[in-house]
């Protein structure tokens, strides 16, 4: 009969260590990794890492700005190319002084057309630049005017008689100066919408 009981309290902590373990593994998320497992886990590249990311977007922007690069030396190298033909075939003709002149002033063509290019795109920049300075600046002014504005309705809102309850000659004004508006806005809106 003792033998019976021990084995069965024997059974019931085999039994109990088991669910613990168990729940242990519930808990924690499965077994644990065998180790290579884990080392095979770990070698592989195949999880988010901003730092290589960032070098690969660097990568390929600097190949843009190269490529970009080569394609206008390219371009002024057939520019080039096409004033030493132009240079060689009035070198040809029987006018010397008048090919020259032709010459020199395609070339300037060229340079003006470059020049003037280069000009129009620095104007229309600092163009942009002016107008976003001014924004900024207005939107600055504006949110100043704003602030210095609710500090003084603040001030009067918060002002107490002596009995120390509120002034409410402030809060009606500023409950009448709301309506007010609200009713232009609905006028406007009234009218627009019924045109």
Known sequence: MKNFHQRDEHDTDT???????????????GGGLSLQTFANL??????YNPAVIKKQKEF???????????KSLKQ????????????????????????????NKGKSHKRIG???????????????????????????Q??????????AAKGKMMRKTRHGQPVM???IEHLLESIKKSAENDGKNHMTSSC
């Open 60 to 70: 390929y922007k600097n190949a843009k700005h190269v490529s970009k690069f080569r």
């Open 142 to 151: 504006a949110k100043e005017e704003a602030e210095s504005r609710r500090k």
């Open 169 to 171: 000659k402030y809060r």
């Open 76 to 103: 002024q190298n057939s520019h080039e190319k096409d004033e030493m033909k132009m240079q060689s075939f009035h070198e040809e003709d029987e006018t010397g002084e008048s090919s020259s002149k032709v010459v």
């Open 15 to 29: 039994r109990k260590s088991e669910t613990k373990r168990n729940k242990n593994m519930k808990r924690l998320g």
């Open 42 to 47: 770990k070698s592989k590249n195949s999880h």
């Open 114 to 140: 470059v020049e003037e290019v280069y000009k129009q795109t620095r104007e229309e920049m600092e163009k942009a630049r002016r107008e976003r300075e001014e924004a900024f600046q207005a939107k600055k």
